[in-house]
């Protein structure tokens, strides 16, 4: 049982930046695979990165790909999301999320837990 919870969320300009943190609880964090997703209102939750167990891969949507980083640091059981150079259509709440090993990095039913999630605005 892993449970996951997002902060860092704001508003800010066009071009500004935001880090999200997740911290997870489980003794088993660090064998989780672990993304971040967003959605906004009358639209699926998309796939934005992935991270490995071991932060040896990382995997971009091609929307944030040289924008966001995704990163981990398994002894404090936290995933972030750095997110630079943000632009209005970045608005939407974020999600952490976690998988076993395995299954499609980019699909929402390949997680098995989820977070509350983080409102992220970007004004213009």
């Known amino acids: 049982q892993v449970q996951l919870v997002e902060s860092g969320g704001g508003l800010v300009q066009a071009g500004g930046s935001l880090r999200l943190s997740c911290a997870a609880s489980g003794r088993t964090f660090g064998n989780y695979n672990m993304g971040w997703f967003r959605q906004t209102p009358g639209k699926e939750r998309e796939f934005v990165a992935h991270i490995s167990w071991n932060s040896y891969s990382q995997y971009y949507a091609d929307s944030v790909k040289g924008r966001f980083t995704i990163s981990r640091d398994n002894a404090k059981n936290m995933v972030y999301l750095q997110m630079n150079s943000l632009k209005p259509e970045d608005t939407a709440i974020y999600y952490c999320?976690?998988?076993?090993?395995?299954?499609?990095?980019?699909?929402?039913?390949?997680?098995?837990?989820w977070g509350q999630g983080t409102q992220v605005t970007v004004s213009s």
């Open positions: 999320a976690a998988k076993r090993i395995g299954g499609v990095v980019t699909g929402v039913a390949s997680y098995d837990y």
